[in-house]
């Protein structure tokens, strides 16, 4: 799957969760997901950076404007920072 459609099809999911949900400013956005899944394959076999990255920059179009913080499961926590960067007010789990 190419990046375009992972941040097209998330862009969606999360559109239609917010028009759906009333989440409260500074809530906590909780994100598990295998970037190997995303890609089509076995949980835990391909370790995506660039889908890691696409996943986080399109949760940061949704998340940052309403004040909504992440936290993330990561592989390590190694990983997790180099995906946020430090845009997002974060906890990684």
């Not at 950076?49 to 936290?71: K, W, Y």
């Not at 995906?83 to 007010?89: E, F, H, I, T, V």
Request: with cysteine.
């Amino acid at each position: 799957m190419d990046l375009q459609t992972i941040k097209r099809d998330l862009s969606a999911v999360l559109t239609e969760y917010f028009e759906r949900v009333t989440f409260p400013e500074n809530g906590i956005f909780v994100v598990g997901c295998s970037t190997s899944e995303i890609s089509g394959d076995w949980k835990g076999t391909n370790y995506r950076l660039d889908v890691g990255r696409a996943v986080v920059s399109t949760l940061e179009e949704f998340l940052i404007p309403r004040n909504i913080h992440v936290a993330i499961q990561a592989v390590s926590t190694s990983t997790g920072p180099s995906w946020l960067n430090g845009r997002l007010p974060s906890a990684i789990i």
